[in-house]
Every structure is written in C-alpha cells, then in structure tokens.
C-alpha cells in the first residue's frame, strides 16, 4: 500500500495500523515525491492520498495514476480533513474509489481498505485466470478447426457450409 500524507502523526498512524493488518507501505509526504519513485512501489494495490499536500493536491495526484496503464485499476482512497460533498465529489470524479474524513475511526479504515484491497485483487485474479486459460481455448480452437477440416474432406462438397459456421463462430 502506497500513502501519501504530509502530516507526520497521520502517517504514522496510517502505517502503524496497516502493518499491523500484514500489509506492506510505503510512505511519501508529498505526491511529486510519490511520482518520481513509482519504480520503487511495483505491485501496489492500493494508494491512500491526502488532498492538501504541499506540492500538488490529491486530486491532481489521483488524476495522474488514472493516466498510468500499470496503476489506472489500482483502488484509491483519499484520506483527508476536507468533508464537504463538493470535495467528495471531485475525488471521486478525479478517480477516486473511496473517501474517508478526518478524523477517522480505525476499525472503519482497516475495513475500507480491507474492501478495497479484496475488490482488486480479486479483479485482478479473474483476470490471471482467464489469461490461464488462453491455451486451454487455443487447443479447443486447433480441435474445431482440425475437425472441420476432416468432416470436410470425409464427407465433401455438402459440409463446407459447417466448416463456415465454425469459422464465423472462431
């Protein structure tokens, strides 16, 4: 997990519960700082912003690893003092998946980043399966196409059609 928080006793709250959970964190303080060490953070799965940052807010941050291909499905949480609907509302409209003010309640944190981080990764495991299964369809393909062939040449001129319909279907 990847935060973002300038205040140090916020971070270091945030880091202390989410290392209790078993999960691993990188600190950074400000998003330009982030940004610049994205190599350092592969295999995220999940970013916690704060808005008001020294260097860029967390909506221009947020608006950035929306543009990234290897973070754009990466679950993000803004983690921040400002309350109002309109500031909820631009988050989520920046990319944001989830809003949490502060101050905030440990267990309902812990529980939203739980639900979150479940969300991703079980995302992301549909979609290793399907790949998995990339060669399973490509040898299904090979038989379908390999028994067209043979109903063809067996049977003649009159199943050519069949061989069609499986090419449309393929």
Do not use: K, P
């Given at each position: 997990i990847v935060?973002?928080?300038d205040d140090k006793t916020i971070s270091e709250l945030v880091e202390f519960n989410l290392l209790n959970e078993g999960y691993d964190v990188k600190n950074f303080s400000s998003g330009r700082e982030m940004l610049n060490s994205r190599d350092s953070f592969a295999g995220v799965s999940l970013f916690i912003l704060d808005i008001m940052l020294p260097d860029m807010d967390g909506f221009e941050i947020c608006t950035k690893l929306r543009k990234i291909p290897d973070y754009e499905p990466v679950p993000i949480i803004m983690l921040t003092a400002m309350g109002s609907e309109k500031d909820k509302v631009k988050a989520l409209d920046s990319g944001a998946d989830d809003y949490i003010t502060k101050p905030f309640g440990v267990r309902?944190?812990?529980?939203?980043v739980n639900a979150n981080v479940r969300r991703y990764t079980k995302s992301k495991g549909i979609l290793?399966?399907?790949?998995?299964?990339l060669p399973e369809i490509e040898k299904g393909?090979?038989?379908i196409s390999k028994t067209g062939i043979a109903l063809v040449h067996g049977f003649g001129k009159e199943l050519t059609v069949i061989t069609k319909i499986v090419i449309v279907i393929y």
């Open positions: 935060t973002v928080e309902e944190f812990i529980a939203r290793n399966d399907d790949m998995a299964l393909t090979r038989l």
